[in-house]
């Protein structure tokens, strides 16, 4: 089971949305609706692990901006060789 993060939708200027968690299965639908008060809900995509968009702290000649880069450049940092043959966009 999954924890998703849901947000209640302001019906009215003034509202606050407020959110909640709950454990469903990946196969179920979205909520659209919040389980015991009815008050129309949205699925908030929350972070997650991984270097996407972060700082990984790496600097000096090579270092990549880019996000797709820096995970294929940690793992060459460490002498493992061909990460996936060049598909990933890192120069072997």
């Known amino acids: 089971m ?4 849901y947000e209640t939708i302001p019906q009215k ?3 606050t949305a407020t959110q ?8 179920d ?3 659209t ?13 929350t972070g997650g ?3 996407i968009g972060a700082n ?14 820096a995970p294929a ?6 002498g493992g060789g061909g990460c996936c043959g060049g598909s990933c966009g890192c120069k072997h």
Do not use: C, K, N
């Open 20 to 27: 909640f968690e709950l454990q469903q299965s990946m196969r």
């Open 73 to 78: 450049e940690a793992s060459h940092s460490h």
């Open 33 to 45: 609706t919040h389980p015991e008060t009815g008050v129309p809900v949205r699925r908030i995509i």
């Open 2 to 5: 999954a924890t998703y993060v």
């Open 56 to 69: 990984t702290g790496r600097s000096g000649e090579g270092a990549s901006t880019t996000p797709a880069a």
């Open 49 to 51: 692990y991984g270097l």
């Open 29 to 31: 639908a979205a909520l």
């Open 13 to 15: 200027p003034g509202d």
